[in-house]
């Protein structure tokens, strides 16, 4: 079973790979191309706005609500009633996704001041947000059709086309605002168009891997429809409990915009590589435990239940938590190796990596919180998250409004690190209730594996530390460097904090095997 889990992990997480390579690729022309200035902040407002509403709407209620549900009629009904089931919820989704994108696109003037109220006191930069939204936001109907199909698509085991199509985007705009933008006196609305095409593009994509299913669904309007009505359900509840990490970024873009010019590109530049550990591994580890923790259930086997998220949870600190030390050790090296060239001045990589040493804090609770939230969803309980949600991003608010908000009046001359600590640590909030929430219901039980584990993980954790500090050096130096010393340098100072992290595992007794079996 493990195994099984390990390799559709392992598929999804080198495409993924590849999609989070490709999209530091994009990060990277768009910083040289444009730096840190008025047009990213503009553009990354206008981008940012309809994928938090596809990931409040699709990745997260709607993926979490439809999965367990198309896997139960996958055991339990025929392959013409799953079908029916596919069609009639495209079609019910569909329409309100399409209602929801023309209020977006009317209302694109409302939506720029609410997401970013500071930039209408910018003037200029103002009207460009408002004007790439009206083409950015129709991206969010695309893309959250494209989450229905990657649902059916990863109940069925097929898990390489959904975690492929991110991909797509990437070279989309990477064509975009490398090739064409450059070219026109608009740039930024080339960059918004971008977003566009790449939506229809993706959604294209995924049509070959569900007609090979027989599951290409021809919309019907079918809301009385059993699945269809219990799917709608499960996602009411569902909307803030599973995207309280884009509630709070949104937040943090909020505020941000109220601050010096660039603060909303450096903590969008230091975002993207938090989610490069976790879109490599732990979204691709959620996406193929869902299935199989929706099947268990369905056949009323909580050992399976219970083992299966075990493993998910020590292969998850096993990999998430030097990752997150690396990225405390390695912020400034890694922002100017990947983002110092061009308009991305020195000052720009100083302060994305003091972002980024603030948002490495909370990728364990971010990673936590992927793994933990499918032992919910599978058992088609959205409620408790959302009341976990609702504490979490209470005291991610808080702390904005009675610190962040505070010291920024102050004259704190780097505010926009303590919107990242805020974030993370909403996150980690999140995942200790969670966890709580499922040993308390007795869903969950530690196997006796973690005694040995945690010491191990801690012991390697501090030895590759000290191995990073040692080996990145000044700061300020990397800056001076060509771009292949710092890549050179770089790429050593990585390798050889894994090196040193397994290789302090395997001398404390670790081995392959415990976290290949369950």
């Known amino acids: 079973m493990a195994h099984g889990f390990l390799r559709n992990t392992t598929i999804v997480g080198l495409l993924t ?38 990931r409040l709407t699709a990745e997260g209620a709607f993926s979490q609500a439809f999965v367990p549900v198309i ?80 649902g059916v698509l990863n109940s069925y085991g097929r898990f390489a086309v959904p975690a492929f199509n991110q991909t797509l985007l990437n070279l989309v705009m990477i064509v975009a605002a490398g090739v064409v933008a450059p070219h026109f006196p608009k740039p930024g609305l080339v960059l918004a168009i971008g977003v566009f095409a790449a939506g229809l593009v993706q959604l294209v994509a995924q049509f070959p891997a569900l007609r090979a299913l027989r599951l290409l669904p021809a919309p019907r309007i079918d809301r009385a429809h059993e699945g269809v009505r219990r799917i709608a359900r499960l996602m009411l509840p569902g909307i803030l409990g599973s995207s309280v990490a884009q509630v709070s970024l949104l937040l943090d873009t909020v505020i941000a915009s109220f601050l010096m010019v660039g603060s909303v590109t450096w903590l969008y530049s230091a975002d993207r590589l938090v989610e490069f550990p976790m879109g490599v591994f732990s979204i691709a580890l959620a996406t193929v435990i869902l299935p199989g923790l929706s099947s268990h259930h369905s056949e009323k086997s909580p050992e399976k239940f219970n083992e299966t998220l075990d493993w998910a949870l020590r292969l998850t600190l096993t990999v998430v938590v030097p990752a997150a030390v690396g990225l405390l050790m390695l912020a400034g090296p890694l922002i100017a190796t990947i983002f110092g060239y061009g308009a991305f001045t ?80 909403s996150a980690l909030v999140n995942s200790a209730l969670l966890y709580r929430g499922l040993r308390r219901e007795g869903i969950y039980r530690p196997s006796g594996a973690w005694r040995k584990l945690l010491p191990q993980i801690a012991l390697a954790t501090v030895a590759m530390a000290a191995f990073l500090w040692w080996i990145s050096g000044d700061w300020e130096a990397w800056s001076g460097w060509s771009a292949t010393r710092r890549a050179l340098w770089l790429g050593l100072s990585v390798v050889g904090g894994i090196a040193v992290y397994f290789g302090t595992m395997a001398l404390a007794g670790a081995r392959p095997r415990d976290l290949k079996h369950l």
């Open 17 to 54: 790979l590849l999609s989070r390579v490709t999209g530091v690729i994009r990060d990277m022309v768009y910083l040289i191309s444009f730096g840190a200035g008025p047009l990213m902040d503009a553009f990354l407002v206008a981008f940012k706005i309809p994928n938090f509403m596809r």
């Open 71 to 150: 896997s139960e009629y996958r055991v339990q009904k025929t392959h013409d009633e799953v079908r029916t089931l596919v069609s009639g919820v495209t079609g019910v989704f569909g329409l309100v996704l399409f209602a929801i994108t023309v209020v977006g696109v009317i209302a694109a003037p409302i939506l720029a001041y609410l997401f970013a109220p500071g930039f209408h006191a910018k003037g200029d930069q103002f009207d460009l947000t408002v004007e790439m939204l009206r083409f950015t936001f129709p991206y969010m109907f695309f893309i959250s059709l494209v989450a229905l199909g990657s």
């Open 346 to 425: 020195h000052r720009d990589v100083l302060m994305c990596g003091y972002a980024l040493m603030a948002y490495s804090l909370g990728l364990i609770g971010f990673s936590m919180v992927k793994v933990l939230a499918p032992g919910y969803f599978a058992r088609q309980d959205t409620k408790t998250p959302v009341k976990v949600g609702i504490i979490a991003l209470s005291v991610n608010m808080g702390f904005n409004l009675g610190i962040v908000v505070p010291a920024f009046l102050a004259g704190f001359p780097v505010p926009h690190i303590l919107l990242a600590v805020s974030t993370g640590l």
